[in-house]
């Protein structure tokens, strides 16, 4: 186990050489807080070291409890820097990134919760983000990306599901989400570890829009995923008595795809 503290607090990330040491759902952390020197790298090493063969695509660990997206021989969505330009709903997401930079400052913990390859990581160190960016996933090949896509900035990942992150209460300043809640079973346990580990702002961007109707719980068409459309109502009602209060649309837009395309702030209401 391998340890390193700041202010007093405990992080750590857990050896996955040693066999049968490790739930692959469980969190695993590396290098998380800035440093004098770019971890990314020195991470990305380690994780390719333990946990692949070549290739970050040809991911070779034990079928243990993972996730659909651990099971993926490709990554979903852009990879590298070169693809990220030609990504998607750009409007959605400077008006997302318009948010944190108008929120942040050098010291601002910002948590990007399904993190993917590190798109918004990279996005906002390119419109001059000062803060400290954290990348979380339940997927290793894209978390080797994202890590490499972000060398050489004061980012930080950690590969964990959503239900189980292990950081302090009221650690990151901004959490913020996009197109993940849908994915997942429920969003209870999710919703209620990231509420938990918000300080300031929490920030939702659904690509499936809410509705007024009761939660519609259903498998995604082609992939094995859910795919849920979940009542407005509810979710805010279940925020609320997390802590999680006072939303605000910050962007509304129909997509003729997509839908109804939103972005949602909360304050954190600290008891």
């Not at 996955?16 to 490790?22: A, C, F, G, L």
Request: glycine fraction near 6%; include cysteine.
């Amino acid at each position: 186990m391998h340890k390193e503290s700041d202010d007093n607090i405990d992080y750590s990330y857990t050896d996955i050489s040693k066999e049968n040491s490790i739930r692959y759902k469980k969190p695993f952390y590396l290098f998380p807080e800035l440093q004098n020197i770019p971890k990314t790298k020195i991470s990305q090493i380690y994780l390719l070291k333990l946990a692949f063969e070549g290739n970050p695509e040809e991911i070779k660990i034990p079928d243990v409890d993972l996730t659909y997206f651990q099971t993926l021989k490709i990554i979903q969505g852009p990879a590298t820097i070169d693809r990220f330009n030609g990504i998607g709903q750009q409007e959605k997401r400077i008006a997302l990134e318009d948010f944190i930079m108008s929120r942040s400052s050098t010291y601002t913990r910002v948590l990007d919760a399904g993190c993917n390859t590190g798109v918004e990581g990279f996005r906002l160190y390119s419109r001059g983000f000062k803060g400290i960016y954290f990348g979380l996933d339940s997927n290793f090949k894209s978390l080797v990306y994202a890590m490499d896509n972000l060398e050489g900035t004061p980012s930080s990942f950690i590969l964990s599901d959503l239900s189980e992150i292990n950081y302090p209460d009221n650690f990151f300043d901004i959490v913020f989400t996009t197109g993940v809640l849908e994915a997942l079973p429920y969003y209870e346990s999710a919703l209620q570890e990231l509420s938990r580990l918000t300080a300031k702002w929490f920030v939702m961007a659904p690509y499936i829009h809410m509705s007024e109707e009761p939660d519609l719980i259903k498998k995604h068409a082609l992939i094995d995923v859910n795919a849920n459309r979940y009542n407005r109502k509810k979710m805010f009602d279940f925020l609320n008595n997390h802590g999680i209060k006072n939303p605000n649309v910050i962007y509304s837009q129909n997509d003729p795809e997509l839908g109804l395309q939103e972005i949602i702030v909360f304050e954190k209401v600290q008891n």
